[in-house]
């Protein structure tokens, strides 16, 4: 009878709680995640004249977008597949699971129908890859990316 009586002692306390507070929480919340600036900074070859969206960026990595506007090939660069820094990149600015990404890459290659992106093992490789790669694209995590590599931002 007193376990019966504690809950509806409970609900009842919860059902008087003011709605209009629970909505000011679920609106900050949305808000500081949206506001949420990315941990990764995308780097490209000098020669790479554009601006990604996230969408873009996103066919890039899954490796449909094969060739930028000028038709120099993309080459893509990650770091290991099973760190923290990609998984870090796969949610915070490609919006999607490492596991779906590499999904996508293990159907290109099982098929015979393309090929998974190059990983290196460290971001100076990446930056060393990208910067003498035409058409390369990587990504690293905040840092000062030396002359040859440009950052773009995801809009």
């Not at 003011?18 to 929480?25: A, E, V, Y």
């Not at 506001?35 to 780097?43: C, E, G, L, Q």
């Not at 990650?78 to 890459?105: A, M, N």
């Amino acid at each position: 009878m007193q376990y019966i009586g504690f809950y509806k002692m409970h609900f009842s306390y919860c059902s008087r709680f003011p709605k209009w507070i629970l909505i000011l929480w679920v609106l900050s919340l949305c808000l500081s995640v949206s506001s949420k600036a990315y941990s990764n900074d995308i780097i490209v070859h000098s020669g790479v004249e554009k601006k990604l969206s996230r969408n873009t960026l996103r066919s890039i990595y899954s490796m449909r977008l094969q060739s930028w506007d000028d038709g120099v090939g993309v080459t893509v660069f990650i770091l290991d597949p099973v760190g923290e820094s990609h998984r870090k990149f796969c949610l915070e600015t490609l919006s999607i699971f490492p596991y779906q990404l590499q999904r996508v890459w293990d159907v290109l290659v099982f098929s015979g129908t393309g090929q998974a992106p190059v990983v290196v093992e460290t971001e100076q490789e990446m930056i060393a890859r990208v910067k003498s790669t035409p058409g390369a694209i990587g990504y690293v995590t905040k840092m000062e990316v030396p002359a040859g590599v440009k950052k773009i931002n995801v809009e």
